[in-house]
């Protein structure tokens, strides 16, 4: 191989978005076209007979993940157009023999996808043995959600084996680089192409990226630092979807209304109007955290003020959210600051004392522990349990991507309806 390999993953679900989402990624630079396990399980081996005849001079790869009838699923896949077939490097040895002696007969080339290996570089070896052509580093999507990273795995293989290594698994345009300078010969990109609403674009700067072997920053951020980053791009929708619809706080507002708020929650559990505890919470919190305030429901009465705001203004608390009221709105507005309530009130209670800071409480209708993260906007306010906040924030992002392909889709004269291919995939 004279140069490093790019290979557009279209794990999607529908053929014909996955045929124009080819094209316009192949008008980017990419050299190979890979029928995404998704895509087959949706269309079967008509997708790479479709892929076949509109690309009849691009090299063609059906991720079958093959597990078991090597030879019959590889059959499958050349016959209908594949030249390289991905089969699991965790199947059966038998299974791999099979595999292999199948791609001789119909002169194609096997890949092994090293994904879930518990010894990834002593299986690599014994699968360069047995006759396989390429192999795969390769990180899942629900893995990369929880920090794992396919350049680590690269990292262990290069130089280890000699036939061609592939990895693919959360790729953008520094990392593809990065692939490139630490021994890859193909790089393989699914979702930082496919969900981007400028595909062709997106292609061509991770072409880039290849083509100059662009090095990552050397700098690692930290788990808090890298959840804080990814949270500030997204919605707070993004991420109810990416905790299968929960989190949402309800009958809460932004009292300024286009704010945006993400912290880690410092709580507070006060009785209605008592607004002791509520401000004590300020000299707790450490810059970038959020106060959440159960205020008992009450509306009636409210717990906090704009003598309060301005001292976290000045303490750098990132925001509030009051199971309760709020007053002095007007000059809350002024300082713009990320306040979410149930509702607003003039009246004022006293400073009693009663209750505590950082205990689990309940907030409009959700659990929040302390060090849970907070994300609020205009849509409403979303709790993310602590101990799945990296994972969630990076689902969130996906979906995020995803939407920004859907909304070009519809730009261009579809419907959402047809985009989904709703009535195709309504329950049965």
């Known amino acids: 191989m004279k140069h490093a390999i790019l290979q557009v993953a279209l794990d999607l679900l529908d053929l014909d978005r996955a045929l ?74 038998a299974v791999i023999s099979e595999s292999v002696r199948a791609a001789q007969l119909y002169g194609v080339r096997i890949m092994a996808d090293l994904i879930n290996v518990p010894d990834p570089l002593t299986r690599a070896k014994e699968l360069e043995s047995f006759g396989v052509h390429i192999i795969c580093a390769h990180v899942g999507i629900d893995q990369q959600m929880t920090g794992k990273d396919s350049m680590d795995l690269l990292t262990t293989l290069s130089g280890q084996i000699r ?30 192409i496919v969900r981007s609403g400028d595909v062709t674009g997106s292609t061509k700067k991770i072409r880039s990226g290849m083509n100059s072997r662009s090095r990552k920053s050397s700098r690692k951020k930290t788990v808090d630092e890298e959840t804080r980053e990814i949270l500030l791009q997204v919605s707070a929708p993004n991420v109810t979807d990416a ?66 705001t301005l001292s976290c203004v000045k303490n750098g608390v990132e925001g509030v959210v009051i199971d309760g009221a709020v007053r002095d709105v007007d000059d809350i507005r002024a300082l713009k600051y990320p306040l979410f309530a149930k509702a607003t009130v003039p009246n004022a209670g006293e400073p009693k004392g009663m209750g505590e800071i950082n205990a689990e409480i309940q907030c ?18 979303v709790v993310i ?44």
């Not at 479709?50 to 001079?57: I, M």
């Not at 286009?258 to 607004?275: M, P, Y």
């Not at 300020?282 to 106060?291: E, H, M, R, S």
């Open 243 to 308: 905790m299968h619809r929960k989190g949402a706080m309800t009958g809460i507002v932004s009292i300024c209304g286009n704010v945006k708020l993400v912290g880690r929650a410092v709580t507070v559990q006060t009785f209605a109007g008592d607004w002791a505890k509520p401000v004590e919470a300020i000299d707790v919190a450490v810059k970038g955290d959020v106060i959440v305030i159960n205020n008992a429901g009450g509306v009636h009465v409210a717990p906090w003020g704009e003598l309060a």
């Open 20 to 93: 124009q989402i080819a094209r316009e990624s192949v008008d980017g630079g990419a050299d190979w076209i890979e029928a995404g396990t998704p895509l087959i399980k949706s269309e079967g081996m008509h997708a790479i007979r479709s892929l076949r005849q509109h690309f009849p001079k691009s090299v063609i790869v059906a991720d079958m993940k093959v597990a078991d009838t090597g030879a019959l699923e590889v059959e499958m896949a050349a016959k209908a157009g594949a030249n390289v077939i991905c089969i699991l490097a965790d199947a059966d040895d």
């Open 163 to 192: 036939i061609p290594i592939a990895v693919a698994g959360g790729i953008d345009a520094s990392g593809a680089g990065e692939a490139v300078r630490c021994g890859a010969e193909i790089v393989i990109v699914g979702g930082n």
């Open 364 to 381: 409009c209708g959700q659990y929040v522990r302390p060090g849970d993260w907070i994300i609020g906007d205009e849509s409403g306010v």
């Open 385 to 428: 349990p602590a101990e799945r906040a990296y994972e969630i924030a990076r689902r969130a992002l996906e979906i995020r991507k995803t939407e920004e392909r859907i909304r070009e889709e519809i730009q261009r004269g579809s419907t959402l309806a047809k985009v989904g291919y709703l009535e195709k995939w309504e329950k049965k």
